[in-house]
């Protein structure tokens, strides 16, 4: 193809809205998946400081969780949920989510010992620790784990849709070079790109206010 072709194609799927209804389902699936990646992160990260028995358990199994491919997973998703956009979003959280509660982890127990052990001294028990001194001290790590995380959460949604979805920008471009329609795919990449940046790019902008 060529950028003239590519954008005539985006215009005339832009005219009969086509483009929009698939850009929105990747876009809802991606955001959806991201923000309960973060949720579950945190939550789990939490939990895994609080008890030392748990995270000994679990961190064997989150390590190889987080370094199996992805893409192995999501035939196996849609074989157990079915092909529909929750499915999607698992796929979509199932790329970052492993590596997040271990990043997390390990950024909660890089806390500072010095103040850790002030708010024993003066009577605390974890749960101050955690509210005083843990979370706030991991706001900015968290805020880089959530730029990673966008992205991974576009690239499992996308894996998702190639397999099992009728609509989205990962169907379109599976279905494209499939009927060798090689000016949607490509056009369906830019896209994805632009997505990719402006996420990626709102979220440098949260960064950037919070460590303010």
Not at 3 to 18: H, K, N, Q, V, W
Not at 82 to 102: D, H, K, P, Q, Y
Request: glycine share 8%.
């Amino acid at each position: 193809s060529s950028p003239s072709g590519i954008a005539r194609c985006f215009f005339s799927m832009a005219a009969d809205r086509s483009i929009f209804r698939h850009l929105w389902v990747t876009l809802y699936e991606t955001l959806v998946s991201f923000f309960l990646v973060t949720f579950f992160s945190v939550l789990a990260a939490v939990l895994l400081w609080f008890s030392k028995k748990l995270s000994e358990i679990l961190e064997p199994y989150l390590v190889v969780l987080n370094s199996l491919p992805k893409s192995a997973l999501a035939p196996l998703l849609i074989v157990w949920l079915g092909a529909n956009e929750r499915t999607i979003i698992v796929c979509g959280m199932s790329v970052a989510i492993f590596g997040s509660i271990l990043n997390l982890y390990t950024g909660f127990g890089e806390a500072d010992p010095e103040k850790l052990k002030l708010i024993e001294t003066l009577g605390g028990g974890k749960k101050e620790k955690l509210m005083k001194i843990i979370l706030p001290s991991s706001v900015p790590l968290l805020l880089s784990v959530m730029k990673v995380n966008i992205g991974l959460c576009l690239v499992g949604v996308i894996i998702g849709e190639f397999i099992g979805a009728r609509k989205g920008l990962g169907y379109l471009i599976i279905y494209s070079s499939q009927t060798f329609k090689l000016t949607w795919v490509l056009m369906s990449i830019i896209i994805l790109c632009i997505i990719a940046i402006i996420l990626y790019g709102l979220l440098g902008l949260i960064e950037k206010r919070a460590r303010r």
